[in-house]
């Protein structure tokens, strides 16, 4: 039951460089989606996507890109990471309706740009 | 204005107290609401769904005021357990995107 898998788990970048942070989810979930949070700080939604070719803008997208080519992987791009950039990540996914939406998290990508 | 809203805290109470969270939302559309706990470096997960009857899980109640646009969650008689980090959301209205609070912190000493 694996359930929400994101890698890697922690990463140091040097400022200007470019990373990947893989997520896949094994439910069938349509939604998927990314949220930072910064220390002492809720979930902020950098983008989303409701089903294998459709993301849109949450709200902190600047420095980020996503796509969705499966129903089962949202990976999200930084392509010239920034200090600012520095958060922990968390990949989610649910069932598509309201009611019990549940959302299941991965364990999150803590990533430090210096 | 944010579009969700919480306490702030932390909140430090002894075992067996009372506390209550309270977390306001600005989007009139939104229909659904949770309330999830996160413990320190962890992943949040949903603690419970919020419902327009309000819910009860043990000594878990959450309940919606839709006029007022607010959700709640009281803890009865907290444990050690209890403390952690708890996050209301609610879905920013259509497709189902989840927009959460800061989150309120809990610290249940003995």
């Known amino acids: 039951n694996a359930g929400v898998t994101q890698t890697p788990k922690f990463r140091i970048l040097k400022i200007g460089q470019s990373m990947t942070l893989q997520c896949t989810q094994d439910?069938?979930?349509?939604?998927m989606y990314w949220y930072r949070q910064d220390p002492g700080m809720g979930l902020k939604l950098i983008y989303y996507s409701v089903g294998a070719g459709i993301t849109d803008k949450g709200e902190v997208p600047n420095g980020y890109n996503v796509s969705r080519s499966t129903t089962e992987d949202f990976p999200l791009r930084l392509e010239l990471a920034a200090p600012s950039q520095t958060s922990v990540y968390f990949c989610a996914s649910s069932y598509a309706t309201g009611g019990d939406t549940e959302a299941f998290f991965g364990q999150g990508t803590r990533l430090t740009v210096v | 204005r944010k579009e969700v809203e919480q306490d702030p805290g932390p909140f430090n109470v002894p075992e067996g107290a009372t506390v209550a969270f309270n977390c306001t939302y600005s989007?009139?559309?939104?229909?659904?609401f949770f309330w999830y706990r996160q413990d320190c470096r962890k992943e949040p997960k949903l603690l419970m769904s919020?419902?327009?009857s309000g819910n009860e899980d043990g000594r878990f109640t959450a309940q919606l005021n839709r006029a007022s646009q607010y959700i709640s969650l009281l803890i009865r008689d907290s444990k050690l357990s209890d403390s952690a980090t708890y996050l209301c959301a609610a879905d920013s209205g259509g497709y189902n995107k989840l927009i959460f609070g800061a989150g309120t912190r809990l610290a249940v000493h003995p």
């Open positions: 919020v419902y327009s």
């Open positions: 439910m069938n979930h349509n939604y």
């Open positions: 989007n009139s559309a939104s229909q659904s």
